[in-house]
């Protein structure tokens, strides 16, 4: 829909939705005030919602659907466009390339092109590739998915941290998709993972009649830990497959707490220039120390 400002000129609107509950930590804050600022240059609204309920009384795992508000809140239907965003989300330096460009499509999301790779060899509280495969197979069963697999037939992955959804869109998911809980129930016998909210939009927008789009990966660079002690790494995505870094996802545990300082190095430095607030073994875990006065007695007694 086209609105009409002051002046008589048609204009779109847009909104950027963001989520959290809990204390507003440095992290927290810090992705607010980047996002709120990046919607502004860009022309579009911004919501903050603190501690509020609405999609948590409508399922049973509560707080993994809150970020899907606005699939269930009718305040959102007077949008042309909806974008959800995580709040451990960050805008790069100065960007103002508009996130809202979808053509024609209900939806836009990003895949998480290295996590079918990570299913195979890893195995993090039951999220693997096998756990995938069946999932599809139900999913085909009960509401006729068709998901998608990527070039070696392994299901692909989709990263709900960056999200965005037509009026068009967003009116087919509160029509035509099944409720939060009528799928949380479905998935009863897969680990908890399958029963959140990325897995439930991951397979809705497979639905017959839904049009969505694989979004350039620069609009969801995700920075996660790739691995167990002690040989993790640092997974940096920024830049895969050449797409420039636009939105970067720090999926890191405990980055909320970091000082600003530290997530803007991760947003915008490479890695051997981040100045981190943790131990020096990290991401692996912290060396142990010895107690060196009780190893003395031990010695002296022994």
Same mark, same amino acid.
């Given at each position: 829909?086209?609105?009409?400002?002051?002046?008589?000129?048609?204009? !779109?609107?847009?909104?950027?939705?963001?989520?959290?509950?809990?204390?507003?930590?440095?992290g927290?804050?810090?992705?607010?005030?980047?996002?709120?600022?990046?919607?502004?240059?860009?022309?579009?609204? $911004?919501?903050?919602?603190?501690?509020?309920?609405?999609?948590?009384?409508? !399922?049973?795992?509560?707080?993994?659907?809150?970020?899907?508000?606005?699939? &269930?809140?009718?305040?959102?239907?007077?949008?042309?466009?909806?974008a959800?965003?995580?709040?451990?989300?960050?805008p &790069?330096?100065?960007?103002?390339?508009?996130?809202?460009?979808?053509?024609?499509?209900?939806? +836009?999301?990003?895949?998480?092109?290295?996590?079918?790779?990570?299913?195979?060899? $890893?195995?993090?509280? +039951?999220?693997?590739n096998?756990?995938?495969?069946?999932?599809?197979?139900?999913?085909?069963?009960?509401?006729?998915?068709?998901?998608?697999?990527?070039?070696?037939?392994?299901?692909?992955?989709?990263?709900?941290? !960056?999200?965005?959804?037509?009026?068009?869109?967003?009116?087919?998911?509160?029509?035509?998709?099944? *409720?939060?809980?009528?799928y949380?129930?479905?998935?009863?016998g897969?680990?908890?993972? $399958?029963r959140?909210?990325?897995?439930?939009?991951?397979?809705?927008?497979?639905?017959?009649?839904?049009?969505?789009?694989?979004?350039?990966?620069?609009w969801?660079?995700?920075?996660?830990? !790739?691995?167990?002690?002690?040989?993790?790494?640092?997974g940096d995505?920024?830049?895969?497959?050449?797409?420039?870094p636009?939105l970067?996802?720090?999926?890191?545990?405990?980055?909320?707490?970091?000082?600003?300082?530290?997530?803007?190095?991760?947003?915008?430095?490479?890695?051997?220039?981040?100045?981190?607030?943790?131990?020096k073994?990290?991401?692996?875990?912290?060396?142990?120390? *010895?107690?060196t006065?009780?190893?003395?007695?031990n010695?002296i007694?022994a």
């Amino acid at each position: 829909m086209k609105y009409i400002d002051d002046n008589g000129e048609k204009y !779109v609107r847009n909104i950027i939705y963001q989520y959290w509950q809990g204390d507003l930590k440095p992290g927290v804050k810090y992705s607010t005030k980047l996002i709120k600022e990046y919607a502004d240059r860009i022309g579009a609204e $911004y919501r903050f919602d603190h501690n509020i309920q609405i999609a948590s009384k409508t !399922v049973n795992v509560p707080i993994y659907y809150e970020p899907a508000n606005p699939l &269930v809140d009718p305040s959102f239907d007077e949008y042309d466009n909806v974008a959800l965003i995580d709040i451990d989300v960050y805008p &790069v330096e100065g960007l103002t390339e508009n996130l809202f460009h979808l053509d024609g499509e209900d939806a +836009g999301i990003c895949t998480e092109p290295k996590q079918p790779h990570f299913r195979q060899i $890893y195995d993090v509280a +039951g999220i693997t590739n096998e756990n995938d495969k069946r999932w599809c197979e139900l999913l085909k069963r009960k509401w006729g998915i068709e998901y998608s697999f990527d070039s070696k037939e392994r299901p692909m992955v989709y990263n709900t941290g !960056v999200v965005v959804i037509s009026k068009a869109g967003l009116q087919k998911m509160k029509t035509t998709w099944p *409720s939060f809980q009528e799928y949380v129930n479905e998935m009863s016998g897969f680990p908890r993972f $399958y029963r959140l909210f990325q897995d439930y939009f991951s397979a809705m927008i497979h639905m017959p009649g839904f049009n969505f789009k694989a979004m350039d990966n620069g609009w969801n660079c995700y920075m996660h830990k !790739v691995g167990s002690h002690p040989n993790a790494q640092i997974g940096d995505n920024r830049g895969y497959g050449g797409d420039a870094p636009k939105l970067v996802h720090v999926m890191f545990r405990t980055a909320d707490d970091w000082p600003v300082s530290a997530i803007n190095d991760v947003v915008n430095k490479p890695i051997r220039e981040w100045n981190l607030p943790v131990h020096k073994e990290w991401p692996n875990d912290a060396e142990k120390t *010895s107690n060196t006065l009780l190893t003395e007695l031990n010695r002296i007694y022994a």
